[in-house]
């Protein structure tokens, strides 16, 4: 079981960038890795997943805003979020794709306001 830790999290303004990083534990370097957020009210979406190949997915509320990136020498994923909204408010949590029988972390809070 690999654990994860995110952070980078943050309050920005509408329009700010913010770069969130995950660290893994162990290897990951052979798993599809995605981010999801999760606002109140709402169910977790999932915001953009990278496979082991290096191939990218959004959703296409992030397209051409987020970019999700990998290093596996450092066991890490990154989320660039530039564009940010204040809809981009949430909980951001990284795991594996599909997340399986695999435990959620407190994840990182991303707040868009002026």
């Known amino acids: 079981q690999v654990q994860l830790v995110e952070s980078g999290g943050g309050l920005v303004q509408p329009g700010g960038s913010l770069r969130l990083s995950c660290a893994a534990s162990g290897s990951i370097s052979i798993y599809t890795m995605a981010w999801y957020r999760q606002a109140p009210g709402k169910q977790r979406e999932l915001v953009a997943r990278?496979?082991?190949?290096?191939?990218?997915i959004y959703a296409d509320s992030v397209k051409g805003r987020f970019t999700i990136s990998r290093d596996n020498t450092k066991n890490t994923v990154y989320l660039q979020m530039n564009s940010l909204k204040p809809e981009d408010t949430a909980v951001y949590l990284c795991?594996?794709?599909?997340?399986?029988?695999?435990?959620w972390g407190q994840g990182t809070q991303v707040t868009v306001s002026s």
């Open positions: 795991n594996r794709f599909p997340s399986g029988l695999g435990s």
């Open positions: 990278i496979m082991s190949g290096g191939s990218t």
